[in-house]
């Protein structure tokens, strides 16, 4: 079976490097934060470009303590896509605040900028861009519109421009994510010196030293075997990033776009779900089934017409794009080291399922 991500094939070669790093954390008797969490902290700021990077135990709790560390809460509005996967609206619902959905550019998939401009009202408190499917949004433009924004960067480590821009950019290092623990992981990446102070805080109940608790906060802390797992994959992020944007050059050469839509290449994409658009998506993905590849549509329901988002009053044709692409998006196999006999196979079957549909 080819999968969709192969994460195997991408730390297979680091498995040593892996267990060398594995065994320091082991003999050190230092699982919660410590030396190793510390610095990936500093390589990853370093990475970003950013003044802090806080490791938190995954990427929604990323969100969700960036707001409430921005005071963001009951009453005030945050501005975010539906095309998205549903963690970005519910970390705004989780604090208290209200999700306001914006329609997506039906190019890049990513927040129509004049949407969101339309959407802005005295309560809006800040925009949270996702840079979705490892495609950087449209940050100068969101920015001009004088609110704070929040990057819900789950999908884009490395991808251009990410971080730059942000109070808060917020990270997922779930094993499929470009850059990926080996479980649960997440970063807060902050520009703003008591911003990152709080979220530094709520991650550890409030508290600066354990015996005195100035905020209501939670328990979300990256461990050090995540951490130590973290340090050996960063420095390899550049090549797998090129290697999916390869594979996505590799996709164009092979003639994908003869029988489906792909997307627009950008610089700065770091292909993070290799996601075409068809109208024949469910014979397509039947034959690759078929063929022992897998494939997967992203977000069929977006967000505004979720149950759980029932309360706030959309419906279907409330965002024309989001509803376009969840009906038609189809992601196909990338990882940071596809080779070319899998791409070879997957636009075979892509191109054999099309001819059928059209015989
Ligand atoms: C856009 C987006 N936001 C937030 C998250 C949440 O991250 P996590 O699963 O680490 O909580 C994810 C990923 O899973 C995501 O894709």
């Known amino acids: 079976m080819i999968p969709l991500v192969d994460v195997k094939a991408q730390y297979e070669p680091l498995i040593p490097a892996l ?5 320091e954390v082991l003999e050190s008797g230092r699982f919660i934060f410590g030396p190793e969490v510390e610095a990936f902290e500093r390589e990853s700021a370093a990475y970003l470009d950013v003044p802090y990077a806080i490791g938190v135990a995954n990427g929604t709790d990323a ?3 960036s707001l409430e560390a921005m005071g963001i809460g009951p009453g005030d509005e945050v501005i975010c896509p539906s095309f998205t996967f549903y963690a970005t609206a519910e970390a705004i619902a989780r604090v208290g605040a209200t999700p306001v959905f914006a329609d997506i550019d039906p190019v890049t998939l990513n927040l129509d900028p004049e949407d969101v401009a339309a959407r802005i009202t005295p309560r ?7 840079h979705l499917l490892g495609r950087p949004a449209p940050l100068v433009a969101l920015e001009s519109l004088g609110l704070p924004l929040i990057e819900d960067a789950a999908q884009a480590f490395g991808a251009e ?3 730059s821009t942000g109070v808060c950019s917020t990270f997922s290092f779930f094993p499929t994510k470009n850059l990926f623990a080996l479980g649960d992981g997440g970063l807060v990446a902050c520009r703003d010196d008591a911003v990152a102070e ?12 354990k015996q005195t608790f100035e ?10 075997i995540q951490a130590a797992a973290l340090r050996v994959f960063l420095p390899e992020l550049e090549g797998w990033n090129r290697g999916r944007r390869e594979g996505a050059a590799r996709y164009a050469e092979l003639g994908l776009g003869d029988v489906v839509g792909l997307p627009l290449d950008e610089p700065g994409h770091v292909y993070h779900i290799y996601v075409v658009r068809t109208p024949d998506r469910a014979r397509i993905a039947a034959a690759l089934k078929e063929a022992g590849i897998a494939s997967a549509s992203y977000y069929v329901t977006p967000l505004h017409l979720q149950p759980a988002m029932r309360y706030l009053g959309y419906g279907p044709g409330s965002f024309p794009e989001t509803e376009r692409a969840a009906a038609d998006n189809l992601a196909l196999p990338m990882w940071g080291c596809i080779g070319a006999d899998v791409q070879e196979r997957v636009v075979s079957t892509v191109r054999a399922a099309v001819a059928m549909a059209a015989a």
């Open 19 to 23: 267990k060398e790093r594995f065994a």
């Open 63 to 65: 969100l969700v303590l």
């Open 124 to 130: 809006t408190k800040a925009i949270m861009p996702v």
């Open 161 to 163: 421009g990410v971080a």
């Open 198 to 209: 709080r979220v530094r805080m709520l991650r550890f109940h409030g508290s600066r030293d």
């Open 215 to 224: 905020l209501v906060g939670t328990n979300s802390r990256l461990d050090a």
